[in-house]
């Protein structure tokens, strides 16, 4: 037959006429130049996944396989599903190749507990009747029993997937879903991510590894400020040598999980002038000003699988008071060291940056970088009164003010010498001395030497 420019849109019947063809179909259509330019790369796009040998011009195109990624390929229901591992995608991109044809869909993923392995499928139709393309532009797949029975089908080739590996960290609710799908699985493996402090950015501080969960203590999400003087305390007490995990709650009905002992509350104890004062997660906290503490200590309440009450007591030497809620500034932070606390102004300030600074609460006040710089000089500066005398203080003050904001003004090889006090401001600029440029330029080259040799200097 032959098919003219306007009869596919009319109802006209086209006549059918004898050809010389023995068997299969022929088709023959007019190319306008524009077309022809795209013609190859037109039928390398169509035939990629095409189930059969196609030539143009007489040379053959490059077919791959749809599924050719797949960890795991099984056939049912008339078609191939190929389960895939370390990626999961969306419903808008093609999942189903029909006979060349790609279309998306919504299919099964499933992702593992930790996101320790996420699993996709991907649908190579073979003979499935049951399963129909949208017409006429066959984008995309109509929903019916067909497909619903194929989704279950898929789901169950995922598990059969995950039993083939060495283990698995599947919520106990998917196990179960796997078992009652036939697919026999061991639990989930006893590893649970090493706890790692809260910063006040939500973010954690320490990189959270699995670690193996036998022995260990769960611990909950801790508010910034107990979290990080927690984890200062762990450390400073090396004899406490039980890990602390993080909670899974996909794991709970694991034996192996609910039988780990859970921390209930955390709490730290301040003695200060004979009188103990106790702070805690909740908003009830004592009213109690910064300064030395004659002795901290972090108490752990925890509870066994048999729910019998217990408490760890750590010594520790700071603590920091600082409710995100409740505090906007700063100089709301209530610092509290014991005597023999030996923390430096910068590793002080590095905890209380950890603990109080939240951008996004300041977001009309400049970028983030500019929020951050202040806050640093803020912090710093709490640090400093905290630890050192009135004079130490200013001098390092005054200090990082010239740092950061005069010394870019000062020429090389001068100096300027500012005069502050009762009288009115005075200012010189002179020459260095050569000899103390000299001796400068002499202890920076030693000191370049010592860190990377000779071949470092500049």
């Not at 007019?30 to 330019?37: D, G, Q």
Request: glycine share 6%.
């Amino acid at each position: 037959m032959e098919i003219g420019a306007d009869d596919w849109e009319s109802s006209a019947p086209i006549p059918v006429g004898p050809c010389d063809i023995a068997s299969g179909t022929e088709i023959c259509f007019e190319l306008c130049p524009a077309w022809e330019k795209a013609l190859s790369y037109s039928v390398a796009a169509a035939v990629r996944h095409y189930p059969l040998p196609v030539t143009l011009d007489g040379q053959a195109i490059e077919r791959t396989d749809w599924l050719a990624e797949a960890e795991h390929i099984e056939t049912a229901l008339g078609c191939r599903i190929g389960v895939f591992r370390g990626r999961t995608v969306s419903d808008q991109i093609p999942r189903i190749n029909f006979h060349g044809v790609t279309v998306p869909c919504r299919l099964p993923t499933l992702i593992e507990c930790a996101r320790e392995a996420q699993w996709s499928v991907g649908i190579d139709i073979i003979d499935a009747p049951q399963l129909q393309l949208v017409l006429p532009a066959r984008k995309e797949i109509i929903e019916n029993a067909g497909l619903e029975a194929l989704r279950s089908a898929a789901m169950t080739a995922i598990f059969k997937a995950i039993a083939k590996r060495d283990g698995h960290c599947l919520s106990h609710k998917d196990w179960l879903r796997a078992k009652e799908r036939g697919v026999e699985l061991p639990e989930a493996r006893p590893r649970l991510r090493q706890w790692s402090p809260m910063t006040g950015e939500c973010t954690r501080s320490g990189t959270a590894r699995l670690i193996d969960a036998e022995g260990a203590l769960v611990t909950p999400c801790h508010s910034p400020n107990f979290a990080q003087c927690l984890s200062r305390a762990l450390e400073a007490n090396p004899e406490f040598s039980t890990p602390l995990v993080e909670p899974e709650p996909g794991f709970a009905g694991y034996a192996w999980y609910d039988a780990l002992p859970k921390i209930e509350d955390c709490e730290f104890l301040i003695v200060q002038g004979g009188k103990e004062h106790l702070f805690d997660e909740t908003d009830d906290r004592p009213d109690l000003k910064s300064g030395r503490a004659d002795s901290i200590t972090a108490l752990l309440h925890f509870a066994t699988a048999d729910d019998t009450k217990q408490t760890v007591r750590l010594a520790a030497d700071l603590f920091i008071s600082y409710d995100s809620c409740l505090d906007y500034e700063i100089e709301d932070a209530a610092i509290f060291l014991t005597r023999a606390c030996a923390i430096d102004v910068d590793d002080l300030t590095d905890l209380l940056e950890a603990i109080c600074f939240e951008a996004h609460r300041d977001s009309d006040a400049d970028s983030w970088d500019t929020q951050h710089d202040q806050f640093l000089l803020d912090a710093r500066q709490l640090a400093i009164e905290q630890l050192l005398d009135a004079d130490e203080a200013l001098i390092i003050r005054c200090g990082t003010v010239v740092s950061k904001h005069l010394r870019w003004l000062v020429p090389q090889g001068r100096m300027i010498t500012i005069y502050l006090g009762a009288d009115p401001t005075r200012i010189e600029i002179s020459d260095i001395p050569a000899a103390e440029t000299n001796e400068h330029r002499s202890r920076l080259r030693t000191a370049v030497r010592r860190k990377g040799g000779r071949e470092g200097w500049r």
